[in-house]
């Protein structure tokens, strides 16, 4: 059955970071820029802080955010949620996930988990909120990636870059069961368009990836041209720095 994660009919757009054209990344006004252009999901960063509370931010340390090289994994909540930005939105604070979820119900949240004491701050924050039928939590690590879904297995999947590695292989074998087994129980498929000079979304392998889940999104995607062209192709999801060029191609394809 599908995660109810993927409810209602796709493409659909992943706004990376939110929309920070004029907002600082991962920060309460990136993301209501996002949904109000008519994203449906908000793809972001967690991280812990020292005391265990997860914090929505891509990078170990706070250079891209005020300039400092504070690292978040050594700072307690108290003072991390105090700080303000001094980049495109001056005075944007750091967003703790539970905030997050309970400031935006409406939305589904893709939740890159990008250390591994962010494991358990992200799943205390996700059932703290209930939110585990609208968050996929991903990461590129596998042992972080199982771990988080331990712990909340509620919440939709995604792939990491070893399953990526073995469902390719299976494909270029033709084997059915090693892409089964490296995708078991992954609701998306979460890949840039190349790597490696391979193209990752051929039609042999966009066809291999949607027998075994339900949907292949794919990142990060800011031209208008591609994005149509990758929609075209049966790509179901796009990641992008520019929801709100991305939402206007999908309404152009008459999809609302």
Request: hydrophobic content about 45%; aromatic content about 4%; cysteine-free.
């Amino acid at each position: 059955m599908q995660h109810p994660y993927l409810d209602g009919a796709p493409p659909r757009v992943l706004a990376h970071r939110g929309l920070a054209l004029r907002a600082t990344e991962n920060t309460t006004e990136a993301f209501r820029a996002a949904l109000d252009v008519g994203a449906t999901h908000i793809e972001t960063d967690a991280r812990a802080s020292r005391d265990g509370r997860a914090v929505l931010w891509h990078d170990a340390t706070l250079q891209g955010f005020d300039g400092s090289d504070r690292s978040l994994a050594g700072s307690p909540i108290a003072e991390l949620t105090r700080l303000t930005s001094t980049g495109r939105t001056p005075g944007a604070l750091l967003l703790p996930l539970d905030e997050a979820l309970d400031a935006f119900p409406q939305a589904r949240f893709n939740i890159d988990v990008k250390s591994a004491d962010a494991v358990d701050a992200v799943a205390a924050a996700v059932r703290r909120t209930n939110a585990q039928r609208r968050v996929l939590v991903t990461s590129f690590s596998a042992r972080r990636l199982q771990l988080t879904a331990t712990l909340i297995p509620e919440a939709a999947r995604g792939a990491a870059s070893s399953a990526i590695a073995a469902a390719l292989v299976g494909v270029s074998l033709r084997s059915r069961g090693m892409l089964h087994r490296a995708l078991r129980g992954v609701s998306a498929v979460q890949i840039p368009e190349r790597a490696a000079r391979i193209d990752l979304l051929s039609p042999t392998r966009l066809r291999a990836f949607h027998r075994h889940v339900p949907e292949v999104h794919v990142w990060t995607i800011n031209d208008p041209s591609k994005m149509a062209e990758l929609l075209e192709r049966g790509v179901d999801g796009l990641v992008t720095d520019r929801a709100d060029l991305a939402v206007e191609v999908v309404r152009s394809r008459g999809n609302v």
